[in-house]
């Protein structure tokens, strides 16, 4: 059974970058599936930040894709999110999922159980 | 401001039937995109509980149901449990700006 752990800095300066790595157990991060991160403020909704193929390829939120990157490591079986110019507005639980199926139909059957990241001088 | 349209809140007795809607636009669910249902209880993340519109991954109650329709969705809950007190979130795919991958706001629904 696959599962997810997310890890990474839990305090980030405002203007830094938040940096953030899942580690993926139980399976290979070069099966077929897309690898996504997600984040939610406190006490708000799901957000969709991007997602990563093993292969490397991307695809990121418009809202947030000049300020995100996420990378695969085939060989730590991870991958990982970096999140510059950060605000107080980027604090939140980010979790880290897997994506299946088609590019119009993805669904995260499986989940991290989320990194609470604030972001505060 | 989500780009799927969920209300923030609903109830309902033990035993009884609810029905948490998701609404959308003619980009995402109205193009024919499909929908997925997640369960989040507190302190806990989110788990898949229908994908494809109306399918149940392995392990979850057919008491939970899903249905789309035009460019809205649904997910029933029959016979409320206690334990069936948590945020339920829809997601689909939007084709607008790039495409995205979007979440409802997310709905509390209390077992009274």
């Known amino acids: 059974q696959v599962q997810l752990q997310e890890s990474g800095p839990g305090l980030v300066k405002p203007s830094g970058t938040l940096s953030l790595t899942c580690d993926v157990s139980?399976?290979?991060?070069?099966?077929?599936?897309?690898w996504s991160w997600v984040r939610q403020p406190p006490g708000k909704g799901l957000e969709w930040i991007g997602e990563v193929y093993y292969s490397g390829g991307t695809k990121y939120n418009p809202s947030l894709q000049s300020r995100v990157a996420i990378s695969v490591d085939k060989s730590k079986n991870h991958f990982s999110l970096k999140l510059s110019s950060v605000t107080a507005a980027d604090t939140a639980m980010y979790y880290c999922?897997?994506?299946?199926?088609?590019?119009?139909?993805?669904?995260?059957?499986?989940w991290g159980q989320g990194t609470m990241v604030i972001v505060s001088s | 401001q989500s780009v799927l349209t969920q209300s923030p809140s609903v109830s309902g007795a033990p035993g009884q039937r609810v029905t948490i809607a998701c609404s959308g636009s003619s980009s995402n669910i109205g193009a024919d995109f499909e929908v997925h249902w997640y369960q989040q209880h507190p302190g806990t993340a989110p788990k898949l509980l229908i994908y494809d519109n109306n399918n149940r991954p392995s392990g979850v109650p057919d008491r939970f149901s899903g249905s789309k329709s035009g460019t809205s969705a649904s997910l029933a809950i029959t016979g409320l449990q206690a334990e069936d007190e948590a945020d339920y979130y829809c997601q689909s795919y939007d084709n607008s700006l790039s495409g995205s991958r979007v979440f409802g706001g997310g709905t509390k629904l209390t077992v009274l």
């Open positions: 139980g399976g290979s991060i070069s099966s077929a599936n897309w």
């Open positions: 999922a897997r994506g299946i199926g088609r590019p119009s139909a993805r669904v995260f059957d499986i």
